[in-house]
């Protein structure tokens, strides 16, 4: 990547990434896609509150933490970090009301949160995203790892997102736990291709995640990781990190 010093440190996406979409069965998915989201929580994410976490990033000379809360009841978002030009932000905001926010929300925190948020939770916008096409592609070689896991592959409409044509693959063991993944940016935005790892299992309350994420941006070694998580369950005064 040219000119690493001037990549946005709030605005660097490595995963392009859709609006969140709301719950829906519109489309049918393969069998496989409920067993993922399943196995990482989606039975009880209903009684989720607040998920709390830091997003961590080394890619290149550029290293960065944003730390998030998020209220999936009320959509709510806060968070905490730096903006382009490297000042500190602190900002709680509702995505419906994303419109009426100032242009560093609109511009580089929420496409901030989005993108971290799908490192975090993407199992479950297999069955979350209705706009996304699902397809279970049978066994495949890892791309990484040694080994053969089964292929779903989670392809993105062109039209819908902040970078619309999306398509995830992911390689899927017989515990229907991600091993690895590819993803391919819909567009030219560099990076353009990201092929990593899904390791450091941990359970966080009800959830299942993957802390951390070792492969290649475009080629380039890159790392992403997460620290700090919990989650905070309706009616509980208490927050149960991640172990």
Excluded at 27 to 44: F, M, N, V
Excluded at 135 to 154: F, N, W
């Amino acid at each position: 990547m040219t000119n690493t010093s001037r990549v946005t440190k709030m605005g660097l996406l490595f995963l392009g990434v859709l609006v969140l979409a709301a719950t829906s069965w519109a489309q049918k998915r393969p069998p496989i896609a409920e067993q993922i989201a399943k196995t990482y929580g989606l039975d009880s994410f209903g009684q989720i509150e607040g998920i709390r976490y830091t997003f961590n990033a080394a890619f290149g000379e550029v290293k960065l933490s944003r730390t998030w809360f998020w209220e999936p009841k009320a959509d709510r978002v806060s968070y905490e970090g730096k903006d382009k030009a490297d000042k500190p932000v602190k900002v709680t905001y509702v995505r419906s009301q994303l419109s009426g926010q100032a242009a560093v929300v609109k511009d580089e925190i929420d496409p901030g949160f989005i993108n971290d948020q799908y490192w975090l939770l993407f199992p479950f916008h297999v069955v979350w995203d209705s706009s996304a096409e699902v397809t279970d592609t049978g066994m495949h070689k890892l791309p990484l790892g040694k080994g053969s896991a089964r292929q779903v592959v989670v392809k993105y409409p062109s039209n819908v997102g902040y970078t619309p044509g999306d398509t995830w693959t992911l390689f899927v063991g017989t515990d229907n736990r991600v091993q690895e993944f590819i993803y391919h940016r819909g567009g030219n935005v560099k990076p353009t291709v990201v092929i990593a790892t899904w390791g450091d299992y941990k359970k966080a309350g009800p959830l299942l995640v993957s802390l951390d994420h070792r492969g290649t941006a475009d080629g380039q070694p890159l790392r992403i990781f997460f620290s700090d998580v919990s989650v905070k369950l309706t009616g509980s005064n208490t927050w149960a990190n991640a172990q």
